[in-house]
């Protein structure tokens, strides 16, 4: 199942380039509450699933709205929190010449509301500072996790999407660095396992502008999903409609003002957004020229 938000908080099943809008009948079904009608789902999506599955077998491909008459938003507005790898594939730490990577680093958290819709636009805050594109593949949890096992760790999962780390470089902490309202593109739907399969498999591709930046597989990941979502449970409990994003490979370079940056992830979509440097300003803070060492940028890039 390909489950999408739309609209003014609409919830809709993706199939065949046709979104079929369910929300009327997802707010008489599930528990009312404080969270997004998208995290209630999450979180009691046993209880509902054969209702959807039965709209889409009845009514999908030929009911709905095209995909590409709606406005999408991100999937999960309102997760408890996003957690992030640090350094989890072996090209990007040889790039970034990192001496250590995730098992030394652990994790660290970027802010919920960095989150950004597949169609949005990324916006750069500072004039003066080199901010990357990071491509990765990203898990939101459907079932609460605390202290599971790796091999527990799947049984966790509500879906898989595809994300964009983007990323300030410099000598500030990560959390600054990777929280800017937009740094955290999502989308364009979260796709069910069963639909994804083994989230060790799974190719990504991000271009900037139509060339290609970065290609990678999850299979390459020092430490898998499953692998990270079970370390991050005996750090702090997971709850549904979190984040887990689980790094980037080799290839990050500067994204600026004008560009469009496509990531598509296999088995999920294709996640869209543009950028500016609209309205930037000098940096207050003075990590430029800090912290861990990027590569070049790309030739016309800067
Ligand atoms: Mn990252």
């Known amino acids: 199942m390909r489950i999408a938000r739309f609209d003014d908080d609409r919830i809709g099943l993706v199939r065949d380039g046709r979104v079929l809008d369910v929300t009327d009948q997802l707010t008489a079904l599930l528990p009312p509450g404080p969270s997004s009608l998208a995290r209630r789902l999450v979180a009691d999506f046993a209880a509902v699933r054969p209702v959807l599955q039965k709209r889409i077998d009845e009514d999908m491909p030929t009911a709905g709205l095209s995909v590409d008459d709606v406005r999408l938003c991100t999937p999960m507005p309102d997760p408890s929190k996003i957690v992030a790898a640090p350094v989890n594939y072996r090209d990007h730490q040889a790039e970034m010449s990192e001496a250590f990577h995730i098992s030394a680093l652990g994790f660290f958290l970027k802010s919920p509301s960095s989150l950004l819709a597949s169609g949005g636009t990324v916006r750069l805050p500072y004039s003066d500072r080199r901010f990357d594109h990071e491509a990765e593949f990203a898990l939101i949890v459907g079932r609460r996790a605390s202290h599971v096992t790796p091999e527990q760790a799947l049984d966790h999962v509500f879906g898989y999407t595809a994300l964009m780390d983007i990323t300030m470089r410099g000598g500030e902490d990560r959390s600054t660095r990777k929280s800017f309202d937009t740094f955290t593109p999502m989308g364009p739907w979260i796709v069910t396992p069963n639909e994804l399969g083994s989230p060790d498999d799974v190719g990504l591709e991000l271009t900037v502008n139509g060339v290609l930046r970065q290609k990678a597989n999850t299979r390459d990941l020092i430490w898998s999903a499953a692998r990270f979502l079970a370390y991050v449970s005996t750090v ?58 990027p590569p070049p940028a790309p030739v016309g890039r800067h």
Do not use: M, N
């Not at 990531?263 to 609209?278: A, C, F, N, P, Y």
């Open 236 to 293: 702090t409990v997971l709850e549904p409609g979190d984040v887990v994003t689980t790094g980037t490979p080799a290839g990050v370079a500067p994204i600026q003002d004008g560009d469009t940056v496509e990531l598509i992830v296999d088995r999920v979509g294709r996640l869209t957004v543009g950028v500016t440097g609209e309205g930037a300003v000098p940096c207050p803070t003075g990590g430029a020229g800090q912290g861990p060492v």
